[in-house]
């Protein structure tokens, strides 16, 4: 089977995992492959990529069903959204205090809103004032030099 540019199919995997392996094996060595429904090399790589891909431990035994392997266990298919099941009958305390999840939501909520607020005002505000004072104090100092004091001034 020949394909652009003279890559022949030299091996077939029956897993993508296996081609790709043999593929980096053989990029490794300096050969130039792609995968295409199995392993292609150039005419000249042939018998090269034949020796080393033969040295290779290639496993192609079928594999278990990875979506269902469970479902010839009975007791897991029959359990298996039960909590307390496989906790010794405890279920969680999170599923038994499901209802109380928005109360403390809202409650953590504005607990933090009370603090920020807090941390706004007690910071932020005060030096704010200051440094307005502190502004309208340089102001008048500078313009009533050699004048009687205002009233702002200390």
């Keep these: 089977m020949t394909?652009?540019?003279?890559?022949?199919e030299i091996f077939k995997c029956k897993y993508l995992v296996n081609s790709e392996y043999l593929k980096d094996i053989l990029s490794e060595n300096k050969m130039g492959a792609h995968i295409k429904n199995g392993i292609l090399?150039?005419?000249?790589d042939i018998k090269i990529a034949l020796e080393i891909i033969s040295t290779q431990d290639?496993?192609?035994?079928?594999?278990?069903d990875q979506e269902n392997f469970m479902t010839e266990y009975k007791e897991w298919?029959?359990?298996?959204?039960?909590?307390g099941h496989y906790l010794g009958g405890n279920i969680p305390f999170f599923i038994?205090?499901?209802?109380?999840?928005l109360f403390w939501g809202i409650a953590t909520?504005?607990?933090?809103?009370?603090?920020a607020v807090t941390l706004i005002y007690s910071s932020n505000f005060s030096l704010w004032f200051n440094y307005q004072n502190e502004k309208k104090r340089k102001k008048i100092t500078n313009n009533n030099s050699g004048t009687k004091p205002h009233k702002y001034q200390m």
């Design 58 to 64: 290639i496993d192609e035994s079928e594999t278990i």
């Design 41 to 44: 090399v150039k005419n000249s």
């Design 77 to 83: 298919n029959d359990n298996n959204l039960n909590p």
């Design 109 to 115: 909520l504005g607990f933090f809103i009370l603090q």
């Design 96 to 101: 038994k205090t499901r209802s109380n999840h």
């Design 3 to 8: 394909s652009g540019n003279n890559f022949i």
